[in-house]
């Protein structure tokens, strides 16, 4: 942040003051869709500070999700009132589960109106979105805005980080402030030394730990001391169950493969481990009711996460508290010399089924992963295609895939979006599902005006592919509303700005997808694959 030198001497405008703010905190992209409620805070906008517009308000919080998950900076959100706020809760859940750091602001009617409660004004609008943002405000007064946005910055960014909000009335922006002081916070906590200790030793003393490496390990970019760990503990490590980045190598001979969301998939692929090590995840995330014998039958199980509500909901183990940086750093010296220890067995790469029509995933899958470069990003949004993206499109780790935390759809269309503007000149794949994609296909408007280097690939099996699967899990015959027939997303891309093909036949697979990965803008992919139902809830190895 730049020094505070003399402002505190000069009085600006709220609207003057909260543009200094931004740029305090490096704020260098404003994500918003702007109405009458935000205009006195819009006019004149600054030219140092890039106003990224989204056609509906759930498009815009998952352009700024992605571009916080991408750069590790907090951002800042602009939406219209109370309606423009319903509107992005969806994917502000999705921002909670994803803990990005993200500062949201909604318009508020003027403050002389609200007693008379006028049009697009929100009662209790600091109410309105918790519970899922860390915290939040309405300034008692005008001068405190610029003061509480900074309240909402820091908040976000301390760990466990996540979204805070912030209610403005429209004839605040206008009114006089002094510029709050700037201040810094630092937000990483070391181990408790004891504790880690412990761990080291309890992982020298077992004959077959096992890690589960979860999503916070790749946002806090400590993939690099994940893999220093796991290879000098000769551990086998799994992707923790719905785990939305790739924070180990899944080609590396140690990575074993990813856990179920069931309580009994889970407890048969752990089953031979003695010590079980989660770092950056819960203990553990289900989706499926079921008995986990793991849990009952005494396998010691320790936590590292940075999140103290994860570590007191944990089902059985031990927990330390610490950021990852920290906790991986002091638990790598901890570790004693394992050298002799049988390296855990590498995972059974699949065969690659044949190509045919109609189009297997599998087969669409690992030909796209042939296909894009070796530093494309891959965001995903395909439910029903998981498992097959899990076993043939191997991500490297860092920096390489992302997907939303929530279990809630619209969010990887647009968070694509914010993904290209973090990382310029990388080829982004976004990946999704043919209903996932009518949530926030808005989202290519933006892509297209911006010229981004997206290639949006739709797994189109004219469906909602994992409610087929929920169905014959649970042995529900026959429910409406999961076909989806007579969606052209060739001509929803063109009708937004972005020229789009469509695959039908296996044997224009390889030119369409080439063609769309070497595009200089976005281009979307409308690729017919067949209907056949996954098992959401194996696990591959």
């Not at 760990?159 to 429209?170: C, D, Q």
């Not at 065969?351 to 965001?379: C, G, Q, T």
């Not at 010229?451 to 899990?473: C, D, E, H, W």
Request: charged content about 20%; overall charge neutral.
């Amino acid at each position: 942040m730049p020094e505070n030198h003399s402002m505190n001497s000069k009085v600006l405008t709220v609207r003057e003051a909260t543009l200094g703010v931004l740029r305090s905190f490096g704020v260098d992209r404003v994500f918003g869709n702007p109405g009458s409620t935000e205009l006195a805070f819009l006019h004149d906008w600054p030219d140092d500070i890039d106003y990224v517009l989204g056609l509906q308000e759930g498009c815009v919080i998952g352009m700024a999700d992605g571009y916080a998950q991408a750069t590790g900076r907090a951002t800042f959100v602009n939406l219209h009132s109370a309606a423009g706020l319903g509107h992005a809760l969806g994917n502000l859940f999705t921002a909670f589960r994803n803990k990005t750091p993200m500062v949201v602001t909604a318009g508020q009617q003027a403050r002389s109106l609200l007693r008379m409660r006028p049009y697009l004004f929100a009662e209790d609008a600091e109410q309105f979105p918790k519970p899922y943002v860390k915290w939040s405000s309405e300034p008692a007064r005008a001068e405190d805005v610029p003061a509480a946005i900074v309240q909402a910055f820091l908040t976000a960014m301390q760990h466990p980080r996540g979204p805070t909000f912030v209610s403005i009335p429209s004839d605040d922006w206008a009114r006089p402030a002094s510029p709050p002081p700037v201040r810094r916070i630092a937000t990483e906590f070391a181990p408790d030394a004891a504790a880690i200790i412990r761990l080291g030793a309890a992982i020298g003393a077992a004959k077959r730990p096992a890690f589960v490496v979860g999503p916070e390990v790749d946002r806090n970019g400590c993939v690099e001391a994940m893999v220093a760990v796991a290879e000098r503990a000769r551990a086998a490590v799994w992707a923790s169950p719905m785990s939305s980045r790739a924070s180990f190598p899944e080609l590396h001979p140690q990575f074993a493969g990813f856990l179920p969301a069931a309580p009994g998939g889970l407890a048969r692929a752990l089953r031979g481990a003695d010590l079980i090590v989660v770092v950056g995840a819960p203990v553990f995330t289900f989706h499926v009711e079921g008995q986990c014998e793991l849990l009952d039958d005494g396998t010691p199980v320790w936590q590292i996460t940075d999140d103290p509500t994860e570590a007191a909901s944990a089902a059985v183990g031990d927990t330390i508290i610490s950021t990852l940086p920290k906790a991986l750093v002091a638990l790598r010296s901890a570790l004693p010399d394992v050298a002799q220890r049988e390296a855990p067995a590498a995972r059974t790469r699949p065969a690659v089924p044949s190509a045919k029509n109609p189009i297997p995933p599998a087969y669409a899958l690992s030909r796209l992963s042939e296909l894009m470069p070796r530093d494309a990003i891959v965001v995903e949004e395909a439910p029903p295609h998981r498992p097959a993206i899990q076993q043939f499109l191997p991500r490297p780790g860092a920096d390489s895939f992302y997907t939303m935390a929530s279990g809630g759809l619209g969010y990887s269309l647009p968070a694509s979006v914010g993904v290209a503007l973090a990382r310029p000149g990388r080829r982004i794949v976004g990946l999704i599902g043919d209903g996932s994609a009518m949530y926030c296909v808005q989202a290519i408007w933006t892509a297209a005006q911006r010229k981004l280097p997206i290639t949006f690939v739709v797994m189109n099996n004219s469906g909602y592919g994992a409610m087929r699967a929920f169905s014959q899990l649970i042995q529900a015959h026959r429910p409406p509303g999961i076909v989806l027939p007579g969606l052209d997303f060739v001509a929803l891309a063109k009708g937004l700005g972005c020229p789009g093909r469509r695959v039908t036949d296996v044997d224009d697979l390889d030119r369409i997808l080439t063609e769309a990965l070497a595009s200089h803008g976005p281009m979307l992919v409308d690729l017919a694959v067949d209907d056949a139902t996954t098992d959401l809830f194996s696990h591959s190895r």
